[in-house]
């Protein structure tokens, strides 16, 4: 319901508790994002973690990744025929939104999960940001002010979208 307050939760933080979920309803899982290595740690961890986790499938995009390309569509139709019912998109944004959204037509039977770049704290490839940030919810700064040549240009590009958004969450809310 529009109008109703929401907590905000880093995607991060979804993973571990969406693998307990998955594991408990026999749903395989997938990754794609990341690098290899990164893949394979994360791997490693959740299943240690998260008994009966059933990972069936992990890949990692080459670098200049294009969620509405050729290679996006293959990786869709790799996530369905590998009967994975979960995949958990490390791309960061905008790219593993776009991929998740083009994921509900050509592989339907897929739920996304959006964790930037959960996998990569899993695996040991990423430090998170300490729990007084995350708590004050400013991770998002924490990650800028600790690699600003890789992620203040990813926010800046985020952050110009901001605004149309709100006009349009304003306007569904007034429309009820």
């Known amino acids: 319901?529009?109008?109703?307050?929401?907590?905000?939760?880093?995607?991060?933080?979804?993973?571990?508790?969406?693998?307990?979920?998955?594991?408990?309803?026999?749903?395989?899982?997938?990754?794609?994002?990341?690098?290899?290595?990164?893949?394979?740690?994360?791997?490693?961890?959740?299943?240690?973690?998260?008994?009966?986790?059933?990972?069936?499938?992990?890949?990692?995009?080459?670098?200049?990744?294009?969620?509405?390309?050729?290679?996006?569509?293959?990786?869709?139709?790799?996530?369905?025929?590998?009967?994975?019912?979960?995949?958990?998109?490390?791309?960061?944004?905008?790219?593993?939104?776009q991929l998740a959204a083009r994921g509900r037509k050509l592989a339907p039977s897929v739920g996304f999960a959006s964790i930037g770049a959960g996998l990569d704290f899993f695996g040991g490839h990423q430090v998170r940001a300490p729990k007084l940030a995350r708590a004050l919810k400013v991770e998002w700064l924490w990650r800028a002010l600790t690699s600003p040549k890789r992620m203040v240009p990813r926010y800046w590009r985020a952050g110009k979208l901001l605004p149309r958004h709100l006009i349009e969450a304003r306007r569904q809310r007034h429309e009820g």
């Open 1 to 97: 319901v529009s109008g109703a307050p929401v907590e905000l939760m880093p995607g991060s933080d979804m993973v571990e508790p969406l693998c307990q979920w998955a594991a408990a309803a026999g749903v395989k899982v997938g990754f794609v994002g990341s690098h290899d290595q990164a893949l394979t740690d994360a791997e490693r961890v959740l299943r240690e973690r998260v008994p009966g986790l059933d990972v069936v499938y992990a890949h990692a995009p080459a670098m200049g990744f294009d969620a509405e390309g050729d290679a996006a569509a293959a990786i869709l139709t790799d996530l369905t025929d590998a009967g994975v019912g979960m995949c958990f998109l490390a791309l960061g944004a905008p790219k593993q939104e």
